[in-house]
């Protein structure tokens, strides 16, 4: 949404298939708030979503009543840690694709996201697979806390110089432990079908954007 030529509030969606579709990015400008922006963008990306059967959002404090009064409801809390590690490097593999495993824990097929993020940073074990991008951990799926560790210091030890975030459920949190701080608390919430995936397999999100 634009005001005299300047950008003062967006939204972004992202769809996988019309299983679950993801809304990020609800940012207005402290300027132009209260003024209905985000009620606005974020109808209209429902609108646009109408034939996807669940959708779900990372919610500010600031944010979920909107969205509480938009349909959506509280499913669990997300976290983002932010750190730095001097752990050592863990052996990994380089990545290969665990596209079953991803939809056990997601919910939804998001193979064609997955893809993309593979090309910056990612790497595999017989039972996980994380990936980053920039200083970002994650996404991060794994059947095991010791895969999913190894994985965490493989990404750790390639950024040992600079600060990290990892967005992650509190059930999860491997980050605290490496010495990490949390940031941001945010409420997931969702609305329409319900959509749960398994969490117990998911160490890291990709970010509040995605999911």
């Not at 665990?98 to 017989?126: P, T, V």
């Not at 059947?143 to 975030?165: G, I, M, N, Q, Y």
Request: aromatic share 10%; net charge neutral; with cysteine.
């Amino acid at each position: 949404m634009e005001h005299e030529g300047a950008i003062v509030a967006t939204t972004t969606s992202i769809r996988y298939g019309t299983d679950l579709a993801w809304v990020g990015m609800v940012l207005t400008h402290p300027e132009f708030r209260g003024k209905g922006y985000a009620r606005a963008l974020t109808r209209r990306v429902l609108d646009y979503l109408s034939d996807v059967e669940t959708v779900k959002l990372d919610a500010t404090e600031m944010g979920a009543p909107l969205y509480r009064q938009l349909g959506f409801v509280e499913e669990c809390a997300i976290e983002r840690w932010r750190g730095q590690s001097n752990s050592p490097p863990a052996n990994v593999k380089d990545f290969t694709r665990h596209d079953a495993l991803d939809r056990e824990a997601f919910g939804a097929d998001r193979s064609a996201l997955l893809a993309r993020l593979a090309k910056f940073e990612s790497a595999s074990l017989e039972d996980a697979f994380a990936m980053g991008r920039g200083t970002r951990f994650g996404p991060c799926v794994s059947r095991s806390k010791e895969s999913a560790l190894a994985l965490a210091t493989w990404f750790l030890a390639r950024h040992a110089d600079e600060p990290v975030l990892w967005d992650l459920f509190p059930e999860n949190n491997l980050a605290e432990a490496l010495g990490f701080e949390c940031a941001r608390r945010l409420t997931r919430m969702t609305r329409g079908r319900t959509l749960t995936g398994n969490k117990s397999l998911i160490y890291a999100g990709a970010g509040f954007e995605f999911g």
